[in-house]
């Protein structure tokens, strides 16, 4: 069975992101963010949400433990704000009902939700420049950069909650995440 | 989704293990969390658990007589009437945090007093996930986690749902045979409608939190929200019969949510609206206006304080 633990940020959804995945029949754990990567031994992680980029722990050095890597929300954030990217707050809070635009119906983790899907956020920072290596996956009005990829390094970002009930398609990104760590 | 045949099977086993021959206590707050719990631990330890409610005054309309009811097959329920302690606890106070903690304070002085007069060794808990996830964020303290293994010296704490979201919980409860709890019973706060009043509790604006919810559960029955109240928010002027009314604004709040995790507000027609408006304003002399809270969480939480 393919095992995708979670990183724990201290977000109010984490133990959803456990569920999700517990749900799609994955084998999962909830990681402390200041677990050492040595120590890791997931097919792939999962970093959640949380209230504080400067509480995200180790978070950065899990991305070069070469397995796929998906960034939710602040999780998201902390890929782009230590691979070259850029992270501010932004103009428009995302909170609730947001409808994001799929820009590359191609993209592993995403793209099978092309044209659109509708999503529930909540945050108020978000990732205005992307990472190198990363390219735009989905945007909306409230948001540039809604989800981001490397496929290459299998590193993803999605800047909503796919966890959460009110998430349309929340489960299939969970899904497509578990085919990227097969 | 557990499996709530093979749930109920290993929660009895392990509560059985854990008490073995002494005596239990298990406050009961009318919700699905505590009855599913107290069921659990009845069908394990029988006479052995004591459950406590304690009317706090701050509970829903009927609320101690269907407990009474739903529970009569507990010879050893016990039922405090502590409204007024509650109220004096309350006098006062105005801010949220501080609210919960009186509340918390008082529930552990009259549950420590039945505790002790029972003999008993354990704490049975109807925590479920949500509660410890939140408490441990700190975005809102839950009453039923901490504060009372402090005071009253247990030998240990059950928690048998610990690891259930509330629909989970609900599973448990139908194959339980509580069906009464699944269906007629909406996910109510641990500080009851102190957290629907804004600002200070006072008897008359619990009345109206309490009626003004008992009209919107029932005239909101055929939408099935995950949970529908009403909230006393302050003041505001009106006019009634020719006199001027400075009277309750009332928010009417429905929401429907799979774990309470994210909410969605509902769309209700006009029509229903009106007719809640109505019945609020026209039995409820001091309420002067009826709002509708269209906000989902987030940004705003289910409950108002």
Known sequence: MVRIDVVDNHGQFTHLEQRALRDIGVDTALLDNTTPPEEIEADGLVLSGGPDIADSGRCAEYLDLEIPVLGICLGMQVMAASLGGQVDDGEYGGYADVTVEIVDEN?????????????????????????????????????????????DRDLYGVQWHPEVAHTEAGEEVFENFRTCCE | MVDAEQFIEDAVEELREEIGDANAVIALSGGVDSSVAAALA???????????????????????????????????????????RFLDALSGVTD?????????????REFEREARESDADYLVQGTIYPDRIESEGNIKSHHNVGGLPERVDFEGIVEPVRDLYKDEVRDVARTLGLEAIVAERMPFPGPGLAVRIVGEITSEKLTVAREATAVVEDELESY?????????????????????????????????????????????????????????????????RVLYDVTHKPPATIEYE
């Open chain 1, 107 to 151: 993209d592993p983790l995403v793209g099978s939700l092309a044209p659109e899907t509708r999503v529930w956020a909540s945050h108020a920072d978000e990732v205005t420049a992307l990472p190198r290596g990363f390219s735009l996956a989905g945007r909306s009005d409230v948001c540039a950069i809604e989800a981001m990829s490397d496929p």
């Open chain 2, 42 to 84: 009845y069908e394990a330890i029988g006479d052995q658990l004591i459950p406590v409610y304690v009317d706090t005054g701050l509970m829903r309309k009927g609320e101690t007589d269907q407990i009474r009811e739903t529970f009569a097959y507990m010879e050893s329920l016990r039922i405090v009437e502590a409204q007024d």
């Open chain 2, 96 to 108: 949220p945090e501080e609210k919960r903690h009186a509340i918390g304070e008082q529930f552990i």
């Open chain 2, 224 to 288: 099935e929200p995950w949970q529908a109240f009403a909230a006393v928010l302050g003041k505001a002027t009106g006019v009634k019969g020719d006199n001027r009314v400075h009277g309750y604004v009332v928010a009417v709040r429905s929401v429907e949510s799979r774990d309470g995790m994210t909410a969605r507000a509902q769309e209700l027609d006009w029509e229903t609206l009106q007719r809640i408006q109505s019945r609020i304003t026209g039995t409820l002399p001091n309420v002067s």
